[in-house]
């Protein structure tokens, strides 16, 4: 049985600051790229930023110099910091493993 499990969402003002995690169990961390989608409110899901198995990240364009992503194989969780958030950013947050496997989800709001 594999399981993402995303944490560290909530109500952040704009220009507040959020780092999210997703714990992966029952599958080869270490082996896969990872990502993170959001889904604003009533719209589409779309890719935010990934890792690769060598630690090399890659990010949407809105969100570079604010987005860290980052990996411990060792923990098996992978991390989004989240600097100067803006309103725009709010939505659900999902990570993924390998580009199949998907969390749960953990909601973002940030407040003007």
């Known amino acids: 049985q594999v399981q993402l499990v995303e944490s560290g969402g909530g109500l952040v003002q704009a220009g507040g600051s959020l780092t999210l995690s997703c714990a992966a169990s029952?599958?080869?961390?270490?082996?896969?790229?990872v990502n993170w989608f959001r889904q604003p409110p009533g719209k589409q899901r779309e890719w935010v930023a990934d890792i690769t198995t060598g630690g090399r990240p890659n990010y949407k364009d809105s969100v570079k110099g604010r987005f860290t992503i980052s990996r411990d194989n060792a923990k098996a969780t992978v991390y989004l910091q989240m600097n100067n958030l803006e309103p725009e950013d709010s939505g659900v947050y999902y990570c993924n493993v390998g580009g199949l496997i998907w969390g749960q989800g953990t909601q973002v709001t940030v407040s003007s």
């Open positions: 029952g599958t080869a961390f270490s082996i896969y790229p």
